[in-house]
């Protein structure tokens, strides 16, 4: 579940950025300078080895391709050496903390270390002390939090909508269960973004609140003129199984298509985080479609990714 109490400090008194476990709190400038600094490495055709070459250990407890391979890319880029613990491997599997895990990784000197986990108390424990060696990086924590995606899909939808106040976005598909949903919600209202709609079946529709000012409609409602779709991946993972999810309904209900498209602006662009399920959230033929930016998405992960590491090493 979403934490409940107000965004963790990731700031120290300076103005620096120590931790990055979620982009709620965070300044916009501070967000901008990140911002900029991805924009110069995806413009630049070569690696950019840093100057001071860190260990960065990765340690992800759930599944993942394109955060885990980015930032293990990014790093690269940057100069870094990266240590990639398997949690069936490492001694989570023999009851260690990912707190006691942390400080040991910090102990043998790592500087870094992303991290994605089911549990939010436990990865937003590792914030503290602020001024730790140790710059945490939220991979992806439970269902709260995506911050680094957050940012790559600002980056992405940047580059194409000069104009984000009057830009409209409908969100659609498992909002209760997705972090990226709340992280990029919460960047673009960070950069002005006032027209976000969202659309979700009832058991999937977020508690109330959650996505302030945003409004719950129809699909069609949800859909009509926007300018930028963001589809979300149903999280069977996380659907309680008491849950009976039909999937062939939501395909039928709730699967975007060219025909319900229609019903959009004329320029409409899709994003979505990935892995797409074809024909269930989104028609096969629409993913590399010239409507879509989901590949873009994913290329523009790992210049931003190397901007986060950048930003925490100051
Ligand atoms: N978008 C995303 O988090 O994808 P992965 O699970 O492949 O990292």
Redesign the pocket.
Known sequence: MPLNHSPPSQIDRSGRLCHLMTLEGLPRALVESLLDRARFHRQSEHAMPSDHAAAVALLFCE??????ASFELAAWRLGHHVTNLTPNLSSLAKSETIGETAATLEAMGFRFLVLRHGDPESAQALIHPLDRPLHCISG?TGQWS?PS?GLLDLFTVHEHFTDLGALSVAIIGDIRHSR?ARSTFTALRLFGVRDIRLCAPPDLEPEAGEFPEAELLPLEDALRGTRLVIALRLQRERIPEGLRLDLDHYREAYGLTRERLKICDPRVRIMH???VMPDMELARDLIASPISLIREQVRNGVPVRMAIFETLAG
Do not use: I, K
């Open positions: 599944p993942s391709t394109r955060t885990r992806g995506h995606q990226v985080p990935g892995p």
